[in-house]
C-alpha cells in the first residue's frame, strides 16, 4: 500500500498552514478599559485567543495575615473557561492554570512598583475565553496593560510572544496545531524599553544556534507588540479626551 503523505505544517516555500511567513505574528487586537468595575482591564485578541485581564487594587489584603509589610502582594489568576478549548475544560482550576498563573504573575512582577504600596494586594484575573496556543504569552501583554489601565506605576510595560520550532524551521507566535506538532516553543517576557526578559521558557529540543535564534526571533515579536499596547493605552486616551470635549461642548 502507498505510504500516505503527512500534510507539513510549514511548506517548501516556507509559508506556514495558516499562510504567515515565518517570522510573522497572527493578528492582534488589543483595547484598554472595557470593563466598568475593575480598576483596570485590557482585552486581546491574538489570532484566535480571546483573553480578558481585569485588575482589582492596590487594596487592602485579604487574609490580612497575607500583607507584606514593604510592598504590595500580586496575585494572579489564569483561568480557562469550559468553552474555550474544543474539548470542555472543567471550570475548576487545573494543575496547568495553578502553575500558569505563577509563571504570568512572576512575568509582570519585576515591572510593577509595588514598595509604593506596602500592606495592599494587587489582583490579577484572567480569563481565557478562546485558546489556540500561546495564551500564557498573550495573558501577560494583557495583564500588563490593565495593570498600566489601573494607574499603577509600572517601570516598563511586559510584553510576551514565543518561537519555537516547526518542520525544522524557527518561527514566531506558534499557535495550536504548530505548538502540538511542532518539535519546540519557547514563551518569552520581555520589558522593552528597559532591556530585560522577565519570563524565559522552553518545551523540547533544539541546538544551541536554534536557541539563539528563536530568542532573538521573540524579542523581535515582543518589540512589535510593544508599540502596539502603547498605541492601545494612547487610544484609551484619545477616546476620554474626546468625550470630556463633547461633554465640555454640551454645556
Ligand atoms: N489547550 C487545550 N486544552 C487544555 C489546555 C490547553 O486545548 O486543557 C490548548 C490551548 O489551545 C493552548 C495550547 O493547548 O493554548 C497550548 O497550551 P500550553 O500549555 O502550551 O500553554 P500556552 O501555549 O497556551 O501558553
Known sequence: MPK??????VNKENIRHDGRKLSELRPIKLEVGILGNADGSAYIEQGKNKILAGVYGPKEVHPKH??????SRLRCRYHMAPFSVQERKSPAPSRRD???SKVIREAFEPSV??????KTSIDIFIEVLQADGGTRCASITAASLALA??????????????????D???????????????????????MSNLNAITLLQMDGMLTSEE????????????????????EALKAKYVEVKETMNEGADEQ
Open 168 to 190: 525544522g524551521r524557527i518561527v514566531l507566535d506558534l499557535n495550536d496545531k504548530e505548538d502540538k506538532e511542532g518539535e519546540a516553543d519557547l514563551p518569552l517576557a520581555y
Open 113 to 118: 512598583f509595588t514598595e509604593y504600596y506596602p
Open 149 to 166: 489601565d489601573a494607574g499603577i506605576p509600572l517601570r516598563d510595560l511586559v510584553s510576551a510572544c514565543a518561537a519555537g520550532k516547526v
Open 66 to 71: 497575607l500583607a507584606l509589610p514593604d510592598r
Open 98 to 100: 495553578i502553575e500558569l
Open 211 to 230: 536557541f539563539e535564534q528563536a530568542i532573538n526571533l521573540a524579542l523581535e515579536g515582543c518589540n512589535q507588540i510593544y508599540q502596539l499596547q502603547k
Open 4 to 9: 500516505k503523505k503527512v500534510k507539513k505544517v
